[in-house]
């Protein structure tokens, strides 16, 4: 509002109400990659040999290296790089022996690669509750456990929330089942401090833009499991060039089997290893930075009575790159107006409510592929007031501060007190 067109005896406090204040930096501008990166990235390029197995006499891919260097930094013995964390989810439950009728166990919420996946090795998808923590339902699982009879869980870190470790890998030994760690949102969190992923028999990792490694796309599958490497690294398409791979187990463990695995061709490639190797050093203090942005948006939305947040568990070690809360539940019929509102406002939210897939967000009723719906109500009341926003490293602490107030006024002009 220009002051010629303000009221007689408007003051600027006036304007300032009339006139909103907007957040103008986007959700989903990255960093630049770090000159390290671009460095190795070029030199790549230069060389010519961007396939992972051309290599001259003497010398060891890049992805070799970072095979290696992943594994050492997660402390698991075998790492396999792949094109996507979702080549990585198919590999894993292959592995593991999933098939056309094999009933695998996930979180309700979760991400369409992961349904994805399981869909496309021909696996049966049993899918559990979620709780008001966007954490898998423990009662629901060792329900569905028990009636399903599956051998594998699918464990979905879904947003960056682990749930109790201790208490769902007890539970699945006692049915047998073998845990799939679903880590695309937890790449360097813990859980009593063992890092996510080595939990279960089989982690898998993305390294999408959206990621906290970003190599555009790109995935790891981590093993402490000699004979499960072997399968996985033949099916990422190995041909015979297994003991190229920077952390192959020895041949006598691919010998018995390595007939017997498809070649399904998603290997990861030395461009995106050579930017990936210069990035790694650098994850730690990038998790750091991110907490700090979570912890800056927590702290500006607390006492807000329009913005339900969850409190982490103290077992728990996070990577804050996004962030989620709940709307009241009574007010879940306003979620639409809220995120119109916000996205007027330069706030770009992401709800899982909807009852249409909008851009990565779907809902467990949109994967039709599955076959019917299954009744899941609890999980459905969750996403009807579930919000998640991105916050990447080009924000600042001041940012968040920023967003907290957007959000928590628009929240208490849709739900009046």
């Not at 070799?64 to 198919?90: K, M, V």
Request: aromatic share 6%; glycine share 8%.
């Amino acid at each position: 509002m220009d002051a010629m067109d303000m009221p007689a005896g408007a003051t600027a406090a006036d304007a300032a109400v009339a006139t909103p204040v907007r957040f103008e930096k986007p959700f989903t501008q990255q960093e630049p990659l770090s000159p390290a990166a671009i460095e190795a990235a070029v030199s790549v390029m230069q060389g010519g040999r961007l396939h992972r197995y051309n290599t001259l006499n003497g010398e060891t891919a890049e992805v070799a290296l970072l095979e290696q260097e992943y594994a050492a930094w997660q402390g698991a013995r075998h790492c396999i790089a792949c094109t996507s964390g979702g080549q990585g989810l198919q590999l894993a439950l292959r592995a593991l022996g999933a098939a056309p009728g094999v009933p695998v166990l996930a979180n309700a919420f979760t991400l369409a690669p992961v349904p994805g996946a399981i869909h496309a090795v021909g696996a049966e998808a049993v899918l559990v509750e979620t709780g008001q923590d966007w954490r898998i339902d423990l009662a629901d699982l060792a329900a569905k456990a028990a009636a399903s009879g599956a051998r594998i869980l699918m464990l979905s870190h879904m947003r960056g929330h682990i749930a109790d470790m201790e208490a769902i890998t007890a539970l699945c030994e006692a049915h047998g089942i073998a845990i799939i760690e679903d880590c695309a949102h937890t790449m360097g969190a813990r859980w009593k401090g063992v890092r996510s992923g080595n939990w279960g028999r089989i982690a898998c990792f993305s390294t999408q833009t959206y990621k906290h490694l970003n190599s555009g796309e790109g995935g790891f599958v981590t093993t402490d499991d000699a004979e499960l490497a072997a399968r996985m690294i033949v099916m990422s398409g190995s041909y015979m060039l297994y003991e190229r791979h920077g952390t192959a187990p020895g041949a006598e463990v691919f010998e018995p089997l390595r007939l017997d695995m498809p070649n399904l061709s998603c290997r990861m490639d030395n461009l995106r290893a050579a930017i990936l190797r210069a990035e790694l050093p650098l994850l730690d203090a990038r998790i750091a930075r991110w907490n700090a942005l979570y912890q800056a948006l927590e702290e500006a939305l607390a006492g807000a009575e329009t913005i339900i947040t969850m409190r982490r568990p103290e077992e728990e070690s996070m990577v804050g790159s996004s962030f989620q809360f709940h709307l009241p539940p009574q007010r879940a019929e306003a979620a639409p107006a809220f995120v119109a509102a916000c996205a007027r406002r330069g706030v770009e939210l992401k709800w899982f409510g909807a009852d249409r897939p909008q851009g990565f967000t779907s809902r467990f009723d949109s994967w039709r592929y599955l076959g019917r719906a299954p009744e899941l109500p609890q999980t459905r009341d969750v996403l009807a007031t579930t919000f998640d926003l991105r916050l990447p490293l080009t924000f600042e602490p001041a940012d968040c501060v920023l967003i907290a107030q957007i959000l928590r006024e628009e929240a208490d002009a849709l739900i009046p007190s």
